[in-house]
């Protein structure tokens, strides 16, 4: 495994850094250097849109669909082939449990590549129209040049989202990855290389907010996507606004778990880790606030913090591990000082809290922790925490439960519990929201993802998450005939 990525990879070729910038990627269970990666500077963004655009005005902009398919599903076998490779280094990287790394890192970047070169496959390059003085053929063309700002919490999966689509319409692609993961986004790299795509066409430059800025605002950029805290996702709408530049934003998230008064108790604390701690609570769309009814609370109260407390909390890359560290210091410190915020609210600790968790005093680290008797208009009910920290809020009847579940500056996820099928597809529509899941929760690759309010402009997955990355052109012409 190779730990030390000291070169950017640019028009094919992997390049020194033009200012020799590197930076130290840290363990997250040991706090100890990791690795070593390479980090951009505003010259080796101008280089990479440059190598971009050259692509794009070469065969790749105008290679036929069936060979671009080709070529992704090359990109798709190579990144399958590392993705035993890749899994435990993102989980050294940002603390995730090795068990959820696999599939999110080590395999569904190569899924949804492969979803998108078949989805081209079946997908017309025009349509025609009948129109009143003739008939339109509406062309699908790429819209150019995209930057892709990936985020540390699920690099692989997340950086896919955007590469596959905007490869498969014909898009090239300079992916900036968060530096916290920077080492396995190099992966894309190789497996181009190892596929054979055109220099240019995908290019890897991690860096700091200055780079993801120059990304932004670059004038031979045509669009930008981009997963992250909504802070950084308003100011690069706002940025994408003044340019008029087409944006994807998937962003932060407060999502609820609304049980009914016939919850299966039983069914949702066994799926809470799933619902309410992937990824060691690091997750945007996480049900955390936990909206629970009056005449059950104490009883929803005392399983989900019997659940929480008996989660085996250590190392990622041991499989039996549920609850990992979080992917730095300053996180940790973040995640412990809102629990700390939330006794001060006046919540009710019932289990975890802000102490060291014991036994690990290396990397870090946070209890999972249950506040009990939140109100939802406090900070840790309203606020994304972004670690293993539940709040159970009670409700008196369920217009109150659709109300409090509904009373988010968030629409990203959530979930209703109910025996009940119907009337749970009767409340999911009530949660306005951009996903939703009933007596269960998981991302369907198939299917479009994204959130309302803010967390979000746009959709990404599914058919709905090619549509972005092409450019409509509508071509008038005389109506055909036969004989014509």
Request: net charge negative.
């Amino acid at each position: 495994m190779e730990l030390d990525r000291r070169q950017l990879f640019i028009g094919g070729r992997w390049t020194e850094p033009a200012d020799g910038s590197g930076q130290d990627v840290i363990e997250a269970a040991t706090g100890k250097v990791l690795g070593r990666t390479a980090m951009a500077s505003a010259a080796d963004v101008d280089a990479a849109v440059a190598a971009a655009r050259t692509a794009l005005a070469g065969p790749w902009g105008s290679m036929p669909a069936q060979e671009r398919a080709e070529l992704l599903d090359r990109f798709a076998a190579a990144l399958k082939a590392r993705g035993r490779e890749i899994a435990p280094l993102v989980s050294r990287e940002n603390g995730m449990p090795l068990s959820l790394s696999i599939p999110v890192n080590g395999f569904s970047a190569s899924m949804t590549v492969a979803y998108y070169a078949r989805l081209l496959r079946e997908l017309p390059e025009t349509d025609v129209r009948p129109s009143l003085i003739g008939e339109t053929v509406v062309r699908r063309e790429p819209v150019g040049v995209v930057g892709a700002i990936t985020p540390w919490n699920y690099p692989q999966s997340l950086a896919a989202m955007k590469i596959g689509p905007a490869l498969a319409a014909g898009c090239t692609v300079v992916l900036k990855p968060a530096p916290e993961t920077a080492l396995d986004a190099f992966y894309f790299a190789d497996a181009a290389q190892e596929a054979g795509l055109p220099p240019g066409v995908l290019n890897v430059l991690p860096g700091g907010r200055e780079a993801g800025e120059q990304l932004v605002s670059h004038p031979g950029v045509d669009k930008i996507a981009f997963t992250g805290s909504t802070a950084a996702g308003r100011a690069i709408g706002e940025q994408c606004g003044r340019l008029l530049r087409p944006v994807t934003l998937e962003l932060g998230g407060k999502s609820a778990a609304l049980l009914a008064q016939d919850a299966d108790l039983a069914a949702f604390t066994g799926a809470l880790l799933d619902v309410s701690l992937t990824n060691n609570g690091q997750t945007c769309h996480a049900s955390t606030r936990i909206l629970a009814p009056a005449a059950r609370y104490e009883e929803v109260v005392d399983a989900v913090t019997e659940a929480v407390r008996a989660l085996r909390v250590g190392d990622p890359l041991d499989r039996s591990t549920e609850v990992g560290p979080l992917v730095s210091a300053a996180q940790q410190e973040r995640v412990r000082g809102y629990v700390d915020l939330g006794v001060r609210e006046g919540a009710r600790l019932t289990t975890g809290g802000s102490a060291p968790v014991d036994g690990l005093t290396d990397g870090w680290f946070v209890r999972p922790t249950v506040l009990a008797d939140v109100d939802n208009d406090w900070r840790v009910a309203r606020e994304e925490i972004f670690g293993p920290v539940l709040c159970v809020i009670r409700y008196e009847d369920e217009d109150q439960a659709v109300a409090l579940a509904n009373d988010s500056d968030y629409g990203l996820g959530g979930t209703v519990w109910t025996a009940d099928l119907d009337h749970g597809m009767d409340l999911a529509a009530r949660i306005h929201t951009g996903t939703v899941g009933v007596n269960q929760y998981g991302v369907d690759l198939q299917a479009p993802f994204g959130g309302v309010k803010a967390s979000g402009l746009g959709r990404e997955m599914g058919p709905e998450g090619l549509a972005p990355y092409f450019s409509l052109k509508s071509v008038y012409r005389p109506k055909q005939t036969a004989a014509s």
